[in-house]
C-alpha cells in the first residue's frame, strides 16, 4: 500500500524559511516522479514542484527562485525546502506521487506564513 | 498553461439522484484527465485515471468519459457518503493543472 507522510509544517514569519519531508513507502521510490501540491485554506489544488526518477525539476512560477524540490531515493524521501516565505505561501502542502500521470497523495502538512 | 473549468461549481443533490460534472480543457489533452474526491478535512482520493479507467476499490456508480477537451465525471445513484468536492487534472503538459473543483452536497 502506498503510504506518503509528510512533516515540517508550522507556524513561520514573512520572510522565513521551512525545511518539508515526506517519508515514502509501499512502492520503489526511486522510480516514481514526485510532486508537491498545495491548498490555501478554503481553496482549490495548485501544482507547486515536481522532480523526475531521473531529476528533473519544475516548479511554478509563483514559487520559482524561492522553492527547492530535492529527494534521496536511499531514504525514499521527498523534500521541499522553503526560503522567503509570503502569506500566499500559507496552506497544507501534499506530497504525491505520479503514478503515469495522476497522484496518491499524503495527509499533508499545514505552513502558516503570518506575522 | 492548460486552463481546466469545471461545471457546476456546487451542486445540491437528493439520494440515488445521476450527478454529471463537466470538465472543459483549454486545448486538446487526450486522455491526461484525472478525477479525485476529497472530503473535508482529507486529502484527495483517485477515483478515476486517464479519463475513463476505474481504480481499485472505488465503488462501481464512479464513472468517467470524454477525450480532447471535454471530460465528464458521472456519478449513478448518488449515497450520503460522496459529499464532497470533486476536482479534475491534467497531466498532459506542464505544469499540471486542476480544475476550480465541484461541491456536491446531499440535500
Known amino acids: 500500500e502506498v503510504q506518503l507522510v509528510e512533516s515540517g509544517g508550522g507556524l513561520v514569519q514573512p520572510g522565513g524559511s521551512l525545511r518539508l519531508s515526506c517519508a515514502a513507502s509501499?512502492?520503489?521510490?526511486?522510480?516514481?516522479?514526485m510532486s508537491w501540491v498545495r491548498q490555501a485554506p478554503g481553496k482549490g489544488l495548485e501544482w507547486v514542484s515536481a522532480?523526475?526518477?531521473?531529476?528533473?525539476?519544475y516548479y511554478a512560477d509563483s514559487v520559482k527562485g524561492r522553492f527547492t524540490i530535492s529527494r534521496d531515493n536511499s531514504r525514499s524521501t521527498l523534500f521541499l525546502q522553503m526560503n522567503s516565505l509570503r502569506a500566499e505561501d500559507t496552506a497544507v502542502y501534499y506530497c504525491?506521487?505520479?503514478?503515469?500521470?495522476?497522484?496518491?497523495w499524503g495527509q499533508g502538512t499545514l505552513v502558516t506564513v503570518s506575522s | 498553461e492548460v486552463v481546466l473549468t469545471q461545471s457546476p461549481d456546487f451542486q445540491s443533490v437528493t439520494p440515488k439522484e445521476k450527478v454529471t460534472i463537466t470538465c472543459r480543457a483549454s486545448?486538446?489533452?487526450?486522455?491526461?484527465l484525472h478525477w479525485y474526491q476529497q472530503k473535508p478535512d482529507q486529502s484527495p482520493k483517485v477515483l478515476i485515471r486517464?479519463?475513463?479507467q476505474s481504480f481499485s476499490g472505488v465503488p462501481s456508480r464512479f464513472s468517467g468519459s470524454g477525450s480532447g477537451t471535454d471530460f465528464t465525471l458521472t456519478i449513478n445513484s448518488l449515497e450520503a457518503e460522496d459529499a464532497a468536492t470533486y476536482y479534475c487534472?491534467?497531466?498532459?503538459?506542464?505544469?499540471?493543472?486542476f480544475g476550480q473543483g465541484t461541491k456536491v452536497e446531499i440535500k
Open positions: 522532480i523526475t526518477s531521473g531529476g528533473s525539476i
Open positions: 487534472h491534467q497531466s498532459s503538459s506542464l505544469p499540471p493543472t
Open positions: 509501499g512502492f520503489t521510490f526511486s522510480n516514481y516522479a
Open positions: 486517464h479519463a475513463s
Open positions: 504525491a506521487s505520479d503514478s503515469s500521470g495522476y497522484y496518491y
Open positions: 486545448q486538446s489533452i487526450g486522455s491526461s
